[in-house]
């Protein structure tokens, strides 16, 4: 992704948080659906802001000092940390499974808007089905 982008994205994101900010806090009364996609917007802007202003910040403190990228660029396509990586990711994956099934339970359980606990459901069945998707695409692959 090139440095520019990065901007974007930071753009992106807060002009999110500032969107859901407004809108929850302004005198429109939303219901349902409408008042989760806010927070939904809320939570998805502090990503993406957080995101850019990370690279941007990473690619600032970094810029005079060439030995510093130049090694941080090694050590990001070196063989053994991609293994390193996509093994501690497959493992969070397994966790994060059960970790959210039970979650959702829980919200179910003591009574919390159906409608928060169908947005956890639809995200927590699109991560397991893209999933079921990459492990499907690989299996081709490999």
Known sequence: MKKGKYYITTIIGLLLIIIGLYFSKSQVRLEGILKVLLYICIGLGCGIF???MGKIVSEKAVKNYLEIKKQIEIDTRDERNIAIMNKAK???YDMMIFVFGAVMFA???MGIDLMVVMTLVIAYLFVALYGIYCRCKYDKEM
């Open 50 to 52: 957080g995101q850019g």
């Open 90 to 92: 497959a493992k969070a």
């Open 107 to 109: 919200l179910a359980l």
